[in-house]
């Protein structure tokens, strides 16, 4: 008989368990994992994403305690224990597993392994932490109820120190657990994030600090904290784009590999933060199922450069929605957000227009009535009464930025690229053609974001659901139309980085671009997004790609105790 997987023989009736008691939970509540009682202990906040939000991140911590826990059960092989043990209990609405349960001395004790140290009292005894030791008090009530039969003690062993803390099992205890767990199902019924932790010193330690911001909410209402540190400021997966027309991606464990006319690729999933698929590229199902097994999300962008489809196995974080619903079906709140959103977009168009005519006033003159323009709609974004008057004024912006832009293009130039105005599905020139496509890659970096932090993509505040394309994307694309491409693109026609005939397929109808077309507005596209740039509100450097994804995670703060942060981003 394996002993990892051996149940204890269970004796009913479950005395311990005050069977007269009605249970800790209301009739229709799933129970409770043991191991959430530790998040609750650490902080209510992680409690609350970790058992509501339902997002669970692995960091080096959590992986290393894993890694002890099959060291330690491999090394204890001969002892004569119980390993592995999977305890519940109605009455208390708990279940888990515990790590070991040995006989000492004619009684069960309840045995879990920490990798770090013990707390150590005024007498340097050591002690089991608070979350520690309410997870070891867990444990043993379920198993006392699974057996029948009293659990006096729980051990803990801290590796780090080498030492074993006691816990005793005894109606105090009880009733501690008893209190936890009330404050957790409470926790659990509410659709409010608790706040972030005051013990500031937890964060850099919790897996979930790069969803929960905790710097950025301190960084609001205690103006003497030091900048934010726990955010990321850098991508360390890659974004993958198969552009080879005929291409074929299938599985081999746990790597995607590449196949094409002429070669065949390796790639780790591991290495992977996202899937793009150019054109007729095909995917096998297994491929697709190990992508969706990694939340590794796959998009389809059509040979023509539109965005068509994006795949995810997205969480169903059903609070999180609910909030977003709530916040975003507010007629105050879409005009608030909405205001912001479409004043950060006209400032950035008119500071790069300023920018990029600072040192040139003979080319400063022939903008300048676009400036002009474009500094009105701006003046009146910031009191304008409604969502529609809004989307007039961004309107009326777009319409003299673009017009402004054959001017910056430089004299050398080649004439293809010179746009005749704003043209899509399909552009009509290459100028259009090359925006097109920028745009469509920008379609799914800000849909991942928005995955990535579990918001509901479909629902947004500014865009009308008028197309196939989420709303909520539409919205946030705004923010870094200008700063992630335009630019960019800009300045890559001014250097001559296109070919007008290679890096294009023109017929009368429309501008495409070719395969080494394809390929070079991926490079200039990816290049742009491991670019940094001085986030204000953070005050630091963040890559493009980075300040994305924060930009989601500050927009969700607007309705979750954080107003204000969102959209302060703009360029220099
Ligand atoms: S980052 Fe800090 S405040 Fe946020 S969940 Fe973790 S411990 Fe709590």
């Not at 491929?287 to 939340?295: F, R, V």
């Not at 920008?442 to 579990?454: E, H, M």
Request: proline residues 7%.
């Amino acid at each position: 008989m394996n002993p990892k997987s051996n149940p204890l023989p269970s004796k009913s009736p479950p005395e311990f368990a005050n069977p007269d008691s009605p249970s800790l939970l209301a009739p229709d509540e799933p129970p409770l994992r043991v191991m959430a009682l530790r998040a609750l202990y650490y902080c209510e906040r992680l409690f609350y994403l970790e058992e509501v939000e339902g997002i669970y991140v692995a960091n080096d911590h959590v992986y290393a305690g894993r890694t002890l826990h099959e060291e330690v059960v491999a090394l204890d092989d001969e002892t004569p224990e119980r390993r592995s043990v999977e305890v519940s209990s109605q009455y208390w609405g708990l279940y888990g597993k515990v790590d070991a349960v040995r006989r000492r001395d004619g009684k069960w004790v309840v045995y879990e392994h920490k990798k770090g140290r013990c707390y150590r009292d005024q007498n340097n005894k050591p002690q089991p932490w608070p979350s520690d030791r309410i997870q070891a008090i867990a444990y043993a009530v379920l198993l006392e109820e699974t057996l029948g039969e009293p659990v006096p003690q729980a051990r803990i062993r801290y590796h780090a120190d080498n030492v074993t803390a006691f816990v005793t099992i005894d109606e105090e205890a009880k009733n501690e657990l008893r209190q936890a767990l009330q404050r957790a199902f409470r926790l659990r019924r509410s659709c409010q994030r608790p706040p972030v932790t005051e013990n500031e010193r937890l964060c850099p330690h919790c897996s979930l600090n790069v969803v929960c911001l905790p710097e950025e909410e301190r960084l609001r209402t205690h103006s003497t904290t030091s900048p934010p540190r726990l955010f990321p400021g850098h991508r360390d997966r890659e974004t993958i784009h198969i552009v080879t027309p005929r291409a074929n991606v299938g599985r081999s464990g746990d790597s995607l590999i590449v196949r094409t006319e002429e070669e065949k690729t390796k790639i780790p999933i591991h290495q992977v933060d996202s899937l793009v698929l150019h054109g007729f590229v095909q995917i096998s199902t297994q491929a697709l199922h190990l992508c969706a097994s990694k939340e590794i999300p796959v998009f389809w962008i059509s040979a023509g450069g539109k965005f068509i489809a994006g795949l995810t196995s997205s969480p169903g974080r059903v609070q999180q929605r609910i909030r977003q619903y709530q916040a975003l079906t507010d007629p105050q709140t879409q005009l608030r957000l909405s205001r912001k959103l479409v004043l950060a977009k006209i400032e950035t168009q008119l500071r790069y227009l300023l920018r990029a005519t600072r040192k040139e006033p003979d080319l400063r003159n022939h903008v300048d009535q676009h400036i002009q323009r474009i500094r009105e709609c701006l003046n009146k974004a910031t009191s304008a009464p409604s969502i529609d008057s809004l989307r007039g004024l961004e309107g009326m912006a777009a319409k003299a930025y673009f017009a402004s832009l054959p001017f910056l293009l430089k004299g050398k130039t080649a004439d293809e690229f010179r746009p005749n105005g704003r043209n899509k599905r399909p552009p009509k020139d290459r100028f259009n053609c090359l925006l097109g496509f920028g745009y469509a890659l920008l379609q799914s970096l800000v849909l991942r974001s928005i995955l990535a932090v579990g918001l509901e993509p479909a629902l947004g505040f500014y865009h009308r659901p008028r197309s196939s394309a989420h709303p909520l994307v539409l919205d946030l694309m705004e923010l870094f139309r200008t700063s992630i491409w335009e630019i960019p693109l800009l300045g890559s026609i001014n250097r001559c980085y296109w070919d007008p005939q290679e890096d294009f397929q023109i017929t009368k109808e429309h501008v495409w671009l070719s395969d080494s077309g394809r390929k070079k507005a991926i490079t200039l596209f990816e290049q742009r997004l491991q670019e940094s740039y001085f986030h204000p509100y953070l005050s630091r450097s963040l890559s493009y790609a980075r300040i994305v994804e924060l930009e989601v995670r500050l927009l969700e703060k607007e309705w979750t105790g954080c107003p204000d942060v969102f959209a302060t981003m703009r360029i220099r």
